[in-house]
Each structure stands twice: as structure tokens, then as C-alpha cells.
Nanobody
Framework: QVQLVESGGGLVQAGGSLGLSCAAS???????????MAWYRQTPGKQRELVAT???????YYADSVKGRFTISRDNAKNTVYLQMNSLKPEDTAVYIC???????????????WGQGTQVTVSS
């Protein structure tokens, strides 16, 4: 069993910053590696939106709406992915959800791994 737990959400005024973390942990078997990790966001009545991705080697992708403002990074030793959000706008308000499509353990790979999400609210 694997858990992805997000933290760092909260309320911030427009123009402010927040940093999110997502830590992966195995309850039965230890994690050997995580191929890629991503941040999505979702608002009520809207489709889930891909915000940023990062490969195991550190290659990144950003949605046009956040490019230049958000930075995704990871610490493979800690099985953790981060999202630093600067110059926040009200339209960034959403539940931010961590995703790791493939998590490798000594007993095999685990797929479709999602966190529960953390709320980010940006006031005008």
C-alpha cells in the first residue's frame, strides 16, 4: 500500500506565495523509485487540470496558465514532490492533487497513485 499526502495549502492574497509538498510512503513495502510526479488542480464543476509534471531525472512541464509563476521540484531521497506557487491569482484557487502514475517497490510497481488534495484559496 502506498499513500500520497499533500500539505501546504491555505488562504493567501493575490500576489502572494504558497509552497505545496507531496510525500509518498509505502505502508507494507518501501518505495524504490517513482518514475514521474505531477500536480493537478480541480475546482467544483470543472475538469481536473494538469498543472505541472516532473520526471525522475528532473525534466519539467508547466501548463501555460502557470508558467513563469510556479516551480515543480522533487527530492528522490525523500520521495517528495514540491510545487512553489508565486504571484498567485484568484483563478489559481482549487484543490491541488498530487499524482504518481508509477511507484516502484521491491514487490512490483503500483499504478494510478493519487493524493487526497490540499485546498488553495487566493483572495482578490
Amino acid at each position: 500500500q502506498v499513500q500520497l499526502v499533500e500539505s501546504g495549502g491555505g488562504l493567501v492574497q493575490a500576489g502572494g506565495s504558497l509552497g505545496l509538498s507531496c510525500a509518498a510512503s509505502g505502508s507494507i513495502f518501501s518505495i524504490d523509485s517513482i518514475d514521474s510526479m505531477a500536480w493537478y488542480r480541480q475546482t467544483p464543476g470543472k475538469q481536473r487540470e494538469l498543472v505541472a509534471t516532473i520526471t525522475k531525472g528532473g525534466d519539467t512541464y508547466y501548463a501555460d496558465s502557470v508558467k513563469g509563476r510556479f516551480t515543480i521540484s522533487r527530492d528522490n531521497a525523500k520521495n517528495t514532490v514540491y510545487l512553489q506557487m508565486n504571484s498567485l491569482k484568484p483563478e489559481d484557487t482549487a484543490v491541488y492533487i498530487c499524482n504518481a502514475p508509477i511507484i516502484r517497490t521491491a514487490r512490483g510497481s503500483l499504478y494510478h497513485n493519487w493524493g487526497q488534495g490540499t485546498q488553495v484559496t487566493v483572495s482578490s
